[in-house]
């Protein structure tokens, strides 16, 4: 399998497409977007303390509708690399044309994943701290590729998608694809459940399973999922896995309280190897602008590691 299936995939899409009008007058429009997250934190590990500024992501981009069916987004991520000081790379995350039409959403280019995408919508506090799979390497938020969603009705849907597999930092040229299938059942209102399955084969097959279970009412959200990774990094054998839970209640108009815990199981490597605790207040002056002081605390599996403290006032500003 390789990039001739994409190819193949996005022209019988584009064929299927060009059948469909218009049915009404459209006028084409788009729009700018900016994404700031920032920080400023205290850590404490060991009876040491470090104190930093931070400027953690920036998002530039644009989106563009050219119908009702057909737009298209890019953006940039420019971010913290960690290898110095006031050093930030910049990375291509989005580049994609997407066709809607009823309950079928096909995008195709340099696009988002759906592994873990309904978790970190559940999660809802990005700017904070990624979702559990982001965090911990199971999978990347973007990468090349195809997608396809069908929403079959109000309580069931279905996607697929095939993708480079390294992610959008990492476009190389060899012939491995990652190909995943999710499902998305809402048996009530306000309750999501999802599984979702992807493998990619080198000399050694990696697959991920991964299972979420949420609630959303109006003023509280809860959520939990559990991740598997076998033979993580074609490595035959080295298996990873995880669970996370969050809950935030909606206090007032502007603030928000929200809770996490994680727990990552990786013999492989100690800094991945542990649990986490985060605690925090959202606050909303206007749209656009969120404030989170929050705890967030990491207990190594190994005891002989301290444990380490660090309190964050965390900024996203979004226009």
């Known amino acids: 399998m390789n990039r001739k299936v994409i190819l193949t995939l996005a022209m019988l899409g584009v064929a299927l497409i060009g059948m469909s009008q218009t049915p009404e007058e459209f006028k084409p429009s788009g729009k700018p977007f900016v994404t700031i997250f920032s920080n400023v934190h205290s850590t404490i590990a060991d009876g040491e303390t470090a104190t930093a500024f931070e400027l953690s992501r920036l998002y530039l981009g644009y989106e563009y509708a050219f119908s009702p069916n057909f737009s298209a987004k890019a953006n940039l991520d420019i971010g913290d690399p960690g290898v110095g000081k006031l050093q930030m790379t910049a990375y291509v995350k989005n580049a994609y044309v997407a066709y809607k039409n009823n309950g079928l959403t096909v995008n195709f280019g340099l696009i988002g994943t759906t592994a873990f995408k309904t978790q970190e919508k559940a999660w809802g506090n990005r700017y904070v701290e990624k979702s559990f799979q982001d965090k911990f390497g199971y999978n990347s938020s973007a990468d090349l590729g195809v997608s396809a969603a069908y929403k079959f009705c109000d309580a069931f849907s279905a996607d697929i998608i095939l993708v480079n597999g390294e992610g959008y930092k990492k476009l190389q040229a060899d012939s491995a694809m990652r190909m995943g299938f999710g499902a998305t059942i809402n048996p009530v209102k306000k309750l999501t459940a999802r599984a979702y399955y992807d493998f990619i ?45 969050y809950a935030a209640f909606k206090a007032s108009k502007k603030v928000k309280l929200f809770a996490r815990y994680d727990k990552s199981n990786n013999d492989y490597k100690s800094s991945n190897n542990g649990e986490l605790y985060i605690a925090g207040l959202e606050y909303a002056p206007v749209k656009g602008i969120k404030i989170a002081p929050n705890f967030s605390g990491w207990k190594p599996a190994d005891d002989s590691k301290p444990f380490a403290s660090t309190l964050f006032v965390n900024c996203e500003i979004k226009f």
């Open 201 to 245: 084969s080198k000399d050694v097959t990696q697959s991920t399973l991964a299972f979420f279970a949420g609630y959303k009412a109006d003023n509280f959200s809860i959520g939990a999922e559990y991740n598997k990774q076998y033979n993580n990094g074609y490595v035959d054998g080295q298996d990873l896995d995880g669970y996370s839970a």
